[in-house]
Nanobody, 127 residues
Framework: QVQLVESGGGLVQTGGSLRLSCAAS????????MGWFRQAPGKEREFVAA????????IYANSVKGRFTVSRDNAKDTMYLQMNSLKPEDTAVYYC????????????????????WGKGTLVTVSS
């Protein structure tokens, strides 16, 4: 049984930092590209960032580029999202995904084609 378990969410002030983790089990982690999506209250889900199978390739949404860094540790079956310079508009539930996709796939823009989803972790940025 595949599980993706997010952790590290919480309440932070504007300009602060958080580090999210996604621990995977039940799958061959290194076979999957991994990514993060988020959904703010009353808004549609949106792509945040993704990292390729080996960890050397990454893609980001324009809204987080330069502030967020996605990475992975295949020895620990874990992906990370370092979030710096947080803004109130970053407030959302953040979801971890695993996908047998190239980072070039258009599916990352919509969230379709993801193989597995975590249950999410809430990030709240206060102004």
């Amino acid at each position: 049984q595949v599980q993706l378990v997010e952790s590290g969410g919480g309440l932070v002030q504007t300009g602060g930092s958080l580090r999210l983790s996604c621990a995977a089990s039940g799958l061959t982690f290194s076979n999957y590209a991994m990514g993060w999506f988020r959904q703010a209250p009353g808004k549609e889900r949106e792509f945040v960032a993704a990292v390729g199978q080996r960890g050397s390739s990454t893609i980001y949404a324009n809204s987080v580029k330069g502030r967020f860094t996605v990475s992975r540790d295949n020895a620990k079956d874990t992906m990370y999202l370092q979030m710096n310079s947080l803004k109130p508009e970053d407030t959302a539930v953040y979801y971890c995904v695993a996908a047998l996709l190239s980072l070039l796939s258009n599916d990352w823009a919509t969230g379709t084609g993801m193989d597995y989803w975590g249950k999410g972790t809430l990030v709240t940025v206060s102004s």
